[in-house]
């Protein structure tokens, strides 16, 4: 009897990565398209490893907001890139994770030698982004475009009301509340009592962090300008509690309103990808290991009607990762919790040290307990860099990648990426 | 591509007017393209004195697939042709009286030379002659070829190799890259070669075929351009320049097939950092490159410290300790390695408002000349090139007038291009240019300055 073949695993390495600077939202790339930027992005990744005419393996990568043109957008940025015109590429859409999964997908496919190599990115403007026309107004173009005759189309045209015209703005919105984003994380944050200064602390520590990790040429290997912008214009390198203390809270309401454009992330513009491959395809090629892709999971909270809070799948994703891979919270060198909000690492955080929350809700014996702060987003995070939704997971995973690798061998890092639609991306990389 | 005054002069209403008026007339020059030949038309070979080159050179130009006429039908006149380089060997001279053949040779023969020729006079090198009346006759060849230089026009260009008793294996690579278009901008120029065993180049189209080239200063302007120019004659170039100029080293990296560092030259860890990535990444390097480079001008008395510092950083300190770097870490520098080092004329000449420049350039010669001993007993060597008026994105920003006054007194009467300088660089980065080692090699069309 034939016996079905298993085939072997391995652990897909990283082999580094590369973004644009992000770009606060209608500012430095207000201009570029997402092609744009990802097509600039895979070209820097390129001109660093040498890949020119090279075909990898399946590049992947995705946008959150896309117009219709680009249906095919990472194939068609490959094609603009100077990868060989031979690379397969295919378009991913997970919210926030979009980058991470990104990068979970290559790393499988090397995983099962299926591929030896790829890249995994993802790019996001809110600048450039497909602006629809009210239902209205559609209906009536729709038929415009149908019609024949110069009557019909005149006729047509007469049907047009000033009201009409008002496009709708795209707005970062769960479809299924209504509510923004920001909203929802208020609601977590009241619920898990985030104080407004813990928040402002997180968000003051990103910002100096991050700048102090671009001084010592920490990113000089894994950012490549773009149009000008030679870092993150978001970043504030001399942050403050006591400057953020001065803003009006945006998100929640009344006297408990804690949530500022100072600790939420902004709307931004930029691009990521990540060059992973097999040991022995980097080796060949002299290319540096810098960690390897361990295991990943994702989890979706139901925040409908579930009575959990928007972005707090990567919590029940966490212990999930942990149980198969026989670790505890506490087996980590780094930890990398993106930031969305301030408010959103801390309820993370607050979760995990809950023994109520842990038992019932994640159903465990103990509490994770809790981490050692100073190994949490030692270079910054989002708030710093900004986010560019699907970009966010490909700048996480190869500053981690190098992190870890400058830490020497056997270290290993956790990634916690929460989602729209109530989702979370984890994974652990370890060098 | 020709500036514009070398494009208006030789238009029909601009080589009328600039006859009449007396002005420059500068031509296109003869640069190389590949798969062009040596030269564009045959050679004599003349000699005064012994000399003991004249089968040397000979042979290598028949190589070459040069014709060599000898000076008896280029005094006749066989054919009338027009001859594409005149070579004189005056090796052997013994006192001036034998300077006399130089003339004789020289004076015919010149007549018949076409535009962007080639005149090379090979000598023994003046120090340690034996004798006072050889000592003299060597050292005239030097002033000899220098006035040789600023007669000839049509962009011509006369040149001198001094070549020691021992050296003459050296000479092959020199001779062919001073006859070539490569040297199209090096003018009035005296080169020493020293004795070394010399390779030959594995393939003259691809003299750098398998090499490993880092440039600094890669993401514009002449760095830019000796990358591609290493990239054309066979080289994996690493390019190197200043993260916030990443964007643009990118472009260059991508365009030929080269690998993008980003790296500030003068960090602390730039030297380590680039020797692991070269290591680590390309089993080591063949050919080093320090061209980054920064002005900031200033006259001495209204100097600050941080003009001087960051100049000398850059343009002085980082040549010295990446260099070190490089020969510390074991395997970093490959055999038979080649470091080119990027200086200026203003280090010869001194200029104005550049006291922290010019130093910081002049040093440079100094560093290559104090390490060619240390670099020859490892089979490799180390040498300087000083660009004098390059035509690039620096120089469009001058004021017009000194643009064109600087571009205009020298000897070819135009400014050279990024590409002149790029290929005196990859001469010099090629395995059979063993025998150039400690010298420093001027791309200025015969500069006035510090002439
Ligand atoms: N253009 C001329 O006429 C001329 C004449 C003589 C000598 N030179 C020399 O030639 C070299 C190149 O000059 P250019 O005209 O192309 O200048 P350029 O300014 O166009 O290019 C110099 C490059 O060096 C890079 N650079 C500067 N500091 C650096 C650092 N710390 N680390 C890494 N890269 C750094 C710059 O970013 C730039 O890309 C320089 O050494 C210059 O002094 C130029």
């Known amino acids: 009897m034939a016996q079905s073949q298993q085939p072997a695993t391995r652990k897909a390495a990283i082999v580094g990565g590369n973004r644009i600077p992000f770009a606060r939202s209608n500012s430095a790339y207000a201009q570029a398209s997402n092609q744009d930027m990802l097509t600039a992005t895979l070209d820097g990744l390129v001109a660093r490893f040498g890949l020119q005419g090279e075909s990898v393996g399946e590049v992947v990568a995705g946008a959150v907001l896309k117009h219709a043109r680009d249906f095919n957008l990472t194939r068609e940025s490959v094609l603009g890139s100077k990868l060989a015109a031979t690379t397969p590429a295919y378009d991913v859409q997970q919210a926030c994770g979009t980058g991470l999964e990104a990068a979970i997908l290559v790393a499988n496919k090397i995983a099962l030698g299926q591929i030896e190599s790829g890249i995994a990115g993802g790019v996001d403007t809110t600048s450039d982004a497909p602006l629809a026309v009210s239902e209205d107004l559609r209906r009536v173009l729709i038929s415009l475009n149908g019609a024949k005759t110069v009557q019909e189309r005149l006729k047509a045209l007469a049907r047009i009301r000033p009201g009409m015209i008002a496009p709708e703005m795209p707005r970062n919105a769960e479809p299924r509340t209504g509510l923004a984003m920001g909203d929802h994380a208020a609601i977590t944050a009241a619920e898990w009592e985030i104080g407004r200064e813990e928040q402002d602390e997180l968000a003051a520590r990103s910002h100096r962090s991050m700048a102090a990790a671009y001084d010592r040429g920490f990113f000089d290997d894994l950012v490549t300008p773009f149009l000008g912008l030679t870092r993150d214009n978001n970043l504030r390198p001399d942050s403050s509690v006591e400057k953020l203390a001065t803003l009006k809270p945006v998100f929640g309401t009344g006297e408990g309103a804690t949530m500022t454009a100072g600790n939420s992330t902004p709307l931004t513009d930029g691009a990521s990808a990540v060059l992973l491959a097999s040991d022995e395809w980097a080796e060949a090629k002299g290319l540096p290991v810098l960690a390897h892709l361990v295991d990943a999971q994702t989890a979706a909270v139901d925040y409908v009607h579930g009575g959990e809070g928007l972005l707090m799948a990567p919590v029940y994703a966490v212990p999930v990762l942990l149980a198969r891979n026989g670790l505890t919270l506490q087996d980590f060198d780094f930890y990398e919790i993106h930031e969305a909000f301030a408010s959103t690492v801390l309820a993370t955080m607050k979760a995990w040290e809950d023994p109520a929350f842990c038992k019932e809700k994640l159903g465990l014996d103990a509490p994770l307990g809790s981490i050692d702060r100073s190994k949490l987003n030692v270079h910054g995070s989002s708030l710093a860099a900004g986010h560019p939704f699907a970009a966010t997971g490909g700048r996480i995973v190869a500053s981690l990648a190098k992190m870890l690798h400058e830490a020497g061998p056997g270290k290993r890092g956790l990634i916690s990426i929460c989602a729209a639609g109530g989702q979370g991306v984890v994974a652990i990389l370890e060098s | ?451």
């Not at chain 2, 007017?17 to 031509?27: D, H, N």
């Not at chain 2, 006749?76 to 594409?84: A, N, Q, Y």
């Not at chain 2, 006399?100 to 120090?127: I, K, M, N, T, Y």
């Not at chain 2, 990444?281 to 480079?293: I, K, L, P, T, Y």
């Open chain 2, 1 to 451: 591509m020709a500036d514009w005054y070398t494009t208006f002069a030789n238009s029909g209403v601009g080589t009328t007017i600039t006859k009449q008026l007396g002005l420059p007339r500068p031509v296109e020059l003869r640069r190389y393209e590949p798969g062009q030949p040596l030269l564009p038309g045959p050679v004599v070979v003349g000699s005064a004195g012994q000399g003991r080159l004249r089968d040397t050179v000979t042979a290598v130009l028949r190589d070459a697939g040069v014709t060599v006429q000898s000076p008896v039908t280029a005094d006749g006149g066989t054919d009338g042709e027009k001859l594409g380089a005149v070579v004189l060997d005056a090796t052997g001279l013994t006192g001036p009286a034998d300077l006399a053949g130089a003339h004789d040779f020289l004076a015919p023969a010149l007549e018949r030379l076409r535009s962007s020729g080639r005149v090379l006079v090979l000598a023994d090198p003046p120090a340690a002659a034996g004798s006072p009346a050889r000592a003299a006759a060597r050292q005239a060849v030097d002033g000899l070829v220098r006035s040789i230089a600023k007669e000839l026009r049509g962009g011509s260009t006369a040149n001198a190799v001094f070549v020691p008793e021992g050296a003459e294996e050296s000479l092959a690579a020199p001779l062919r890259f001073f006859l070539s278009g490569r040297s199209a901008y090096v003018d009035g120029q005296l080169l020493t070669l020293s004795a070394a065993d010399v390779p030959a180049n594995p393939d003259e189209e691809k003299p750098l075929a398998g090499k490993v080239a880092v440039v600094t200063g890669a993401a514009r302007g002449i760095g830019a351009a000796i990358a591609e120019v290493l990239s054309r004659d066979g080289a994996h170039v690493v390019a190197v320049d200043v993260p916030a100029a990443g964007e643009q080293l990118a472009r260059v990296a991508n365009a030929i097939g080269g690998t993008a560092v980003a790296l500030d030259i003068t960090a602390e860890d730039a030297g380590p950092r680039l020797v692991q990535q070269l290591v680590a990444r390309h089993g080591g390097v063949d050919v080093v490159v320090h061209n980054a480079g920064i002005t900031r001008d200033k006259l001495l008395v209204n100097m600050d410290a941080a003009r001087w510092n960051s100049v000398m950083a850059v343009n002085l300190q980082a040549q010295l300790d990446i260099t070190q770097a490089l020969l510390d870490a074991e395997g970093a520098l490959k055999p038979g390695a080649r470091i080119v080092c990027v200086s200026s004329q203003s280090g010869i000449a001194g200029n104005r408002g550049q006291t922290n420049y010019a130093a910081s350039k002049a040093g440079v010669i100094g560093m290559v000349r104090a390490w060619a001993p240390e670099f020859a007993e490892r089979d490799a060597t180390i040498n300087a090139v000083a660009p004098g008026f390059i035509v690039t994105e620096m120089t469009a920003k001058m004021p017009f007038g000194t643009r064109e006054i600087g571009s205009r007194i020298n000897s070819l009467q135009q400014g050279g291009l990024p590409v002149d300088v790029a290929e005196t660089i990859a001469w010099l980065s090629q395995p059979a240019s063993a025998g150039v080692n400690g010298q420093t090699v001027r791309v200025c069309g015969q500069s006035l300055l510090g002439a």
